[in-house]
Every structure is written in C-alpha cells, then in structure tokens.
C-alpha cells in the first residue's frame, strides 16, 4: 500500500486498475474452447478416414484405409466426448 492507500504493482511499480465493468457473461478462456477444437478436429479426422475408402480409386489404397477403420470411429467417439465435455462445461457456467 501506498501512503494514499492505493495498492502498488510489484513488478512495475504502478497503480494496479480496478475493473469497473460489470460481471454480465462470464469470461471465455482458451481452455474453454480448446476442448471444443480438439474434438471438431478429432471427430473430422475420424469421419474422413471412415468415408474416404468409399472415394479413393486405387485397390490397395483403398483397403489400406478401410483396415483402419477403427482409428476412425475411436476419432469420432473421442472428438464428440470432447465436445459434449466442452458443453456440458458450458452448461454448468464453468
């Protein structure tokens, strides 16, 4: 504290600022919505290696994708479990 009373930054000797806007939404921080990117990422990878056998033209190509169909849905289930955690995040208001 000061001699007026007005609390003092540490680091840059300053007045620290008080915020007078109000509290009507809460604030979004990037972990909030990294979740929600990870899973729209996850869950397109997931579908483009479940669909793409179906448009590839060569044979061997082809069935090499298609024996991965697993990676594919194990990418769709985790990216939608990362958007459903993203909203029932939101939901809650956390």
């Known amino acids: ?3 007026n009373g007005a609390a003092m930054s540490k680091k840059s000797k300053t007045r620290a600022r008080v915020s007078d806007a109000p509290e009507t939404a809460p604030i ?3 972990a909030d919505t990294l979740l929600l990117h990870k899973g729209a990422m996850c869950a397109l ?3 483009a ?3 793409s056998p179906y448009f590839i033209q ?3 190509l082809q069935q ?3 024996g991965s169909s697993l990676v594919g849905w194990f990418s769709l289930v985790l990216g939608l479990a990362f958007m459903g955690q993203h909203f ?3 939901r809650r208001g956390k």
């Open 45 to 47: 990878i997931g579908l």
């Open 58 to 60: 060569s044979p061997a």
């Open 88 to 90: 029932w995040k939101r």
């Open 1 to 3: 504290m000061t001699h």
């Open 49 to 51: 290696v479940l669909i």
């Open 64 to 66: 090499a994708v298609g």
């Open 28 to 30: 979004r921080r990037p």
